[in-house]
């Protein structure tokens, strides 16, 4: 189901699966190209922990995918500040508090929303982020010279495969972590060639780094499946 949520920057679009009651998972997406090329997968998570009765929503990100805001204009504050947004929308009470399920550099985007918990798979601190377009932009400035890093007078930008991003932006991304937000429960899912720590590791394919959007429904279901007995957990 397509609907909308409101944030002080005006209205995005979600898309809403599962039931209308119990338990609610945030589903955020990462930042920038890997939101592209982990879209369907996520849309597929979506729809396995809906046969498992957990809703779930995506909300668009400001500046991202087919949000009407402008990257240009985007901030780290404002990201967030719609992301608690989203959750805001479903006027859950403190006792009965959505639960927040983070895609890489989506774990950056979370601190602001109420929340009863984060699950994360294969969170990307802020440093990474930057280090990993750092690195595209380099290579994009060697095969085409002068087709990146493109400036604005009035607000420095830099272009990334095709991503206006405000400088401002980058640099306020690079010293934040994914990891840690206080007493609340939380998990974190990698794929088993990850070196990072993590409460579990699974095989799977590592989407955000295919040239193209792709999906593996089986990796989906395995997750779906942590998800919704991590929440049972929590809501015990």
Same mark, same amino acid.
């Given at each position: 189901?397509?609907?909308?949520?409101?944030?002080?920057?005006?209205?995005?679009?979600?898309?809403?699966?599962?039931?209308?009651?119990?338990?609610?998972?945030?589903?955020?997406?990462?930042?920038?190209?890997?939101?592209?090329?982990?879209?369907?997968?996520?849309?597929?998570?979506?729809?396995?922990?809906?046969?498992?009765?957990?809703?779930?929503?995506?909300?668009?990100?400001?500046?991202?995918?087919?949000?009407?805001?402008?990257?240009?204009?985007?901030?780290?504050?404002?990201?967030?500040?719609?992301?608690?947004?989203?959750?805001?929308?479903?006027?859950?009470?403190?006792?009965?508090?959505?639960?927040?399920? +983070?895609?890489? %550099? *989506? /774990?950056? !985007?979370? @601190?602001? $929303?109420?929340?009863?918990? =984060?699950?994360?798979? +294969?969170?990307? %601190? *802020? /440093?990474? !982020?930057? @280090?990993? $377009?750092?690195?595209?932009? =380099?290579?994009?400035?060697?095969?085409?010279? *002068? /087709?990146?890093?493109? @400036?604005?007078?009035?607000?420095?930008?830099?272009?990334?495969?095709?991503?206006?991003?405000? /400088?401002?932006?980058?640099?306020?991304?690079?010293?934040?972590?994914?990891?840690?937000?206080?007493?609340?429960?939380?998990?974190?899912?990698?794929?088993?060639?990850?070196?990072?720590?993590?409460?579990?590791?699974?095989?799977?394919?590592?989407?955000?780094?295919?040239?193209?959007?792709?999906?593996?429904?089986?990796?989906?279901?395995?997750?779906?499946?942590?998800?919704?007995?991590?929440?049972?957990?929590?809501?015990?």
């Amino acid at each position: 189901m397509i609907d909308q949520y409101v944030w002080r920057g005006g209205k995005e679009l979600m898309l809403r699966f599962g039931p209308a009651e119990g338990p609610l998972a945030i589903v955020t997406l990462p930042l920038f190209e890997e939101a592209n090329r982990l879209r369907a997968f996520a849309v597929t998570l979506c729809r396995a922990l809906a046969d498992s009765d957990i809703a779930s929503v995506l909300p668009d990100v400001p500046g991202q995918g087919e949000s009407l805001t402008d990257l240009r204009s985007c901030t780290l504050a404002n990201m967030r500040s719609a992301m608690a947004a989203a959750g805001a929308a479903f006027g859950r009470s403190d006792r009965n508090l959505p639960y927040s399920v +983070a895609l890489r %550099s *989506g /774990a950056l !985007l979370d @601190q602001d $929303l109420a929340k009863a918990g =984060r699950w994360m798979f +294969a969170p990307q %601190s *802020g /440093a990474n !982020l930057v @280090q990993v $377009l750092e690195r595209i932009r =380099r290579t994009s400035d060697r095969l085409a010279p *002068g /087709a990146s890093g493109e @400036q604005d007078p009035d607000t420095p930008l830099v272009e990334i495969a095709g991503n206006r991003i405000p /400088a401002s932006l980058l640099e306020s991304l690079r010293t934040e972590r994914a990891d840690g937000d206080g007493d609340l429960p939380q998990r974190i899912v990698r794929l088993s060639h990850a070196s990072q720590p993590a409460d579990r590791v699974v095989e799977g394919s590592a989407l955000w780094r295919r040239a193209e959007p792709g999906n593996d429904p089986a990796l989906a279901a395995l997750l779906a499946s942590d998800i919704v007995a991590w929440i049972a957990a929590c809501e015990r």
